[in-house]
T-cell receptor, first 115, second 115 residues
Framework: AQSVTQLDSHVSVSEGTPVLLRCNYS??????LFWYVQHPNKGLQLLLK??????LVKGINGFEAEFKKSETSFHLTKPSAHMSDAAEYFC?????????????FGRGTSLIVHP | DSGVTQTPKHLITATGQRVTLRCSPR?????VYWYQQSLDQGLQFLIQ???????AKGNILERFSAQQFPDLHSELNLSSLELGDSALYFC??????????????FGPGTRLTVL
C-alpha cells in the first residue's frame, strides 16, 4: 500500500525567503510523485512531477523538488517566496495497482507568506 | 482556466436527497476523475472513467455512482445524502490513463452542502 505524509500542516515564511514543504512517501513499487497547488476557491494545479527520470525536478513558478529514494522523500522548495505563493500544497503519490494508477494525496500544507 | 468545467458551483440540499454533479473534460481528454475534498478526510480519489468505461475505483461509497457519456462528459450521482457528504467535489481530466506521465487538469469544483 502506498501513503504520503506531509510533515507540516502550516508553513509560514516572509516574502523573499526560501520555502521548504516536506513530503515523505511509502510505496512498495516505484512511485510517481507530484506536487499540486490549490489557491483559495480554485481547483488544483500541477506544479511538478517525478516519474523516474531526473531526481531533481523543476516545476512552474520557480518551484523544484528532489526525489530521494533512500530517505523516501520528495520535498518541495523555492529559493524566494512571493506573496502569490500563499496557497495549499498537496503531495501526491501514484502507484500502478491492478492495472490502474491510484493517486493518494497528502493532507496538505498551507503556505503563509508574510510581507 | 484549466478547460475543465463543473456544474453547479454550489449545491445545497437536505439529508436523504439525491444530487447529480456534472463535469466536462478538456477538449481531447478521454479520462475523467472524481475526487472528494473534506475537512475530515482530505482529498480522496473516488473513481476514474476512460472513454466511457470505468477504469479505476478509489474510496467511493456504494451510495455514489458515476458514468461517462459518449460525448465524454461525466456525472457523479450522490444518493441518500448524509451530513458527512458535505464536501468539495472535484473533477479532473487527462488525455490517457497513465498518471505516471499524463497531466491531470482539475475543474473548479462543486461545493455540496447537506443540511
Amino acid at each position: 500500500a502506498q501513503s504520503v505524509t506531509q510533515l507540516d500542516s502550516h508553513v509560514s515564511v516572509s516574502e523573499g525567503t526560501p520555502v521548504l514543504l516536506r513530503c515523505n512517501y511509502s510505496s512498495s513499487y516505484s512511485p510517481s510523485l507530484f506536487w499540486y497547488v490549490q489557491h483559495p476557491n480554485k481547483g488544483l494545479q500541477l506544479l511538478l512531477k517525478y516519474t523516474s527520470a531526473a531526481t531533481l525536478v523543476k516545476g512552474i513558478n520557480g518551484f523544484e523538488a528532489e526525489f530521494k529514494k533512500s530517505e523516501t522523500s520528495f520535498h518541495l522548495t523555492k529559493p524566494s517566496a512571493h506573496m502569490s505563493d500563499a496557497a495549499e500544497y498537496f503531495c501526491v503519490v501514484t502507484v500502478l495497482s491492478g492495472g490502474s494508477y491510484i493517486p493518494t494525496f497528502g493532507r496538505g500544507t498551507s503556505l503563509i507568506v508574510h510581507p | 482556466d484549466s478547460g475543465v468545467t463543473q456544474t453547479p458551483k454550489h449545491l445545497i440540499t437536505a439529508t436523504g436527497q439525491r444530487v447529480t454533479l456534472r463535469c466536462s473534460p478538456r477538449s481531447g481528454d478521454l479520462s475523467v476523475y472524481w475526487y472528494q475534498q473534506s475537512l475530515d478526510q482530505g482529498l480522496q480519489f473516488l473513481i476514474q472513467y476512460y472513454n466511457g468505461e470505468e477504469r479505476a475505483k478509489g474510496n467511493i461509497l456504494e451510495r455514489f455512482s458515476a458514468q461517462q457519456f459518449p460525448d465524454l462528459h461525466s456525472e457523479l450521482n450522490l444518493s441518500s445524502l448524509e451530513l458527512g457528504d458535505s464536501a468539495l467535489y472535484f473533477c479532473a481530466s487527462s488525455v490517457g490513463t497513465d498518471l505516471s506521465t499524463d497531466t491531470q487538469y482539475f475543474g473548479p469544483g462543486t461545493r455540496l452542502t447537506v443540511l
